[in-house]
């Protein structure tokens, strides 16, 4: 019972963290197909910030996309979230970063969020937003090679 409560409160701090939108309202994720492009990166991210939004969709059909980082030359750059509306027969993969074999420690590879066929292994177009219902955040600074030594 003991280990169950602790993975309770690891995965609701981890979602809380990671800036999650409410499971029924969210958009769902699937690893990414083997083989997707991955990009080494210098260094993790900073953690995400808590994206508050309203208790219900802008519009029917729509889900919520969680905020994330995303990788630009040298620093990561935030993207907030936002209300969308799929594309169909696609699934998400949401960003995952990955060690690898390379160097003294490692190397961290980063794969970006993507949308993906069901039925090929072939990116899927970028979905629709839906009508403007922002999120409430405190927007992060960019993170640079400087700053991650800061």
Not at 28 to 37: C, E, I, K, L
Not at 49 to 69: M, N, R, T, V
Not at 90 to 108: D, F, N, R, V
Not at 134 to 140: K, M, V
Request: a positive charge; hydrophobic letters at 35%; charged letters at 15%.
């Amino acid at each position: 019972m003991r280990r169950l409560c602790l993975a309770a409160a690891l995965a609701t701090s981890s979602c809380a963290a990671s800036g999650c939108g409410a499971p029924s309202l969210a958009v769902s994720s699937h690893p990414h197909p083997v083989g997707a492009p991955a990009e080494p990166v210098g260094f993790p991210p900073p953690p995400a910030p808590i994206e508050h939004l309203a208790a219900a969709p802008p519009a029917k059909g729509c889900q919520w996309a969680d905020g994330s980082w995303i990788w630009v030359p040298q620093r990561w750059d935030w993207r907030p979230g936002g209300w969308i509306r799929p594309p169909a027969g696609c699934e998400y993969s949401a960003p995952t970063l990955e060690w690898g074999p390379g160097g003294t420690a490692g190397i961290l590879y980063y794969r970006p969020g993507r949308w993906y066929s069901v039925r090929e292994l072939q990116p899927c177009p970028d979905p629709v937003s839906c009508p403007a219902q922002s999120p409430i955040t405190n927007p992060p600074q960019s993170r640079s090679a400087e700053g991650a030594r800061s």
